[in-house]
Structure formats: C-alpha cells, structure tokens
Nanobody
Framework: QVQLVESGGGLVQAGGSLTLSCEAT????????MAWFRQAPGKEREFVAF???????YYASSVKGRFTISRDNAKNTVYLQMNSLKPEDTAVYYC???????????WGQGTQVTVSS
C-alpha cells in the first residue's frame, strides 16, 4: 500500500513560480511511475506530467517548457516545479502513482494552486 501526500500549493501572481511536492509512504516508491494531474473548477481532471522509475518524463502540451517533474527516490518524493504560471493553471493538483502510464492505483488528496492575474 502506498499513501501520497502533496504539499506546496498556494497563491501566486501570474508569471511566478511554485514547487509542489508529493511524499510517498511505502518501500516500493522507486518502482512506480509517478504523475501529476490537475482539476480546475467545473472541469474534468487533466494530465499534467509523468516521470518513469528510470527518470523519463512526459508533459502535457499546455505545460511543456514551463513545468518540470522530478523525483528523489531516496526521499520517496516527486516534485513539480512550475514556472511562468498563468491564471489558467489554477486548479487542485493531484499526485498519482502506478505501474504504468494510464493506470494509477494511488492518489493524493490534492493541493490547491491559485494564480492571480
């Protein structure tokens, strides 16, 4: 069993930066693909980025070049560095983990990111 806890959300002005963290419990963290999703009010949850256990990354086109996903297996933590934030990035951000992309067995509770214009 893996539990995920996100942190680092908050209020930031457009153009600013935030770094989200997701700490996992469990000894098998390093074997999981980890991802970030987000859900804005009134919208469906959408994929943001993932990182494989080997460090291969993939991004949604809406965040590519602005966001960076990384992981520290020694700390059981995955990060999302968000730069050049836009008001449309406002959402609850969720961390997820699974065996492969598209199959996520574990989810965090979410952390709110609000970008003011």
């Amino acid at each position: 069993q893996v539990q995920l806890v996100e942190s680092g959300g908050g209020l930031v002005q457009a153009g600013g930066s935030l770094t989200l963290s997701c700490e996992a419990t469990g000894r098998t963290f390093s074997s999981y693909l980890m991802a970030w999703f987000r859900q804005a009010p009134g919208k469906e949850r959408e994929f943001v980025a993932f990182i494989t256990r080997n460090g291969i990354t993939y991004y949604a086109s809406s965040v590519k070049g602005r966001f960076t996903i990384s992981r520290d297996n020694a700390k059981n933590t995955v990060y999302l560095q968000m730069n050049s934030l836009k008001p449309e990035d406002t959402a609850v951000y969720y961390c997820a983990g699974g065996i492969q992309a598209g199959r996520y067995d574990y989810w965090g509770q979410g952390t709110q990111v609000t970008v003011s214009s």
